[in-house]
T-cell receptor
Framework: NAGVTQTPKFQVLKTGQSMTLQCAQDMNHNSMYWYRQDPGMGLRLIYYSASEGTTDKGEVPNGYNVSRLNKREFSLRLESAAPSQTSVYFC????????????FGDGTRLSIL | QKEVEQNSGPLSVPEGAIASLNCTYSDRVSQSFFWYRQYSGKSPELIMSIYSNGDKEDGRFTAQLNKASQYVSLLIRDSQPSDSATYLCAVRGGGNMLTFGGGTRLMVKP
């Protein structure tokens, strides 16, 4: 049972480079989320997708774009990476109805030099 | 302004003691409350959820919710060194989003 799978697990970029973080879930969940977590801080929502075909901004969307490719996949793109985007990125999914919790992937550790 | 507040800790308790973790939230329409455990370098793992006022017990864990006072707590009985982690409180309002607190780091000393 894979759950939520994120790729890659680690990445180092140079300032100005672009990159797409991939996320896929096999739980048939409707909602998917992208968070970033910085040292000593909780999780901050970047973007989310309540259902296939919809995306919405979260708390910290600047510098990011997302694509809900299909029900399983939700990607996060950095068009021009900046050192301030160095962080650990987590993808999560949720059934989308009622009080169901979110389930997290293992994270992508991204460093921007 | 952060909407979910937790003491960052570290909270240090001896092995076998009760660890008490607290969380306050500002959104009165919040409906669902979750506690996640996060080991260093790992992803958050759901350990408890609570939706109604009162206590909910699951093994050594008890979640307590008081909507009138807008706080939710997590008690860990018979704390073990393996419980040492950061505990994240998360609150869901009327929509699809969770708001996370900054987490409390728990250290259980043998």
């Amino acid at each position: 049972n894979a759950g939520v799978t994120q790729t890659p697990k680690f990445q180092v970029l140079k300032t100005g480079q672009s990159m797409t973080l991939q996320c896929a879930q096999d739980m048939n969940h409707n909602s998917m989320y992208w968070y970033r977590q910085d040292p000593g801080m909780g999780l901050r929502l970047i973007y989310y997708s309540a259902s296939e075909g919809t995306t919405d901004k979260g708390e910290v969307p600047n510098g990011y774009n997302v694509s809900r490719l299909n029900k399983r996949e939700f990607s996060l793109r950095l068009e021009s990476a900046a050192p301030s985007q160095t962080s650990v990125y987590f993808c999560a999914s949720r059934e989308g109805q009622g009080n169901q919790p979110q389930h997290f992937g293992d994270g992508t550790r991204l460093s921007i030099l | 302004q952060k909407e979910v507040e937790q003491n960052s800790g570290p909270l240090s308790v001896p092995e076998g003691a009760i660890a008490s973790l607290n969380c306050t939230y500002s959104d009165r329409v919040s409906q669902s409350f979750f506690w996640y455990r996060q080991y260093s370098g790992k992803s958050p793992e759901l350990i408890m959820s609570i939706y109604s006022n009162g206590d909910k017990e699951d093994g050594r864990f008890t979640a307590q919710l008081n909507k009138a006072s807008q706080y939710v707590s997590l008690l860990i009985r018979d704390s073990q060194p393996s419980d040492s982690a950061t505990y994240l409180c998360a609150v869901r309002g009327g929509g699809n989003m969770l708001t996370f607190g900054g987490g409390t780091r728990l250290m259980v000393k043998p």
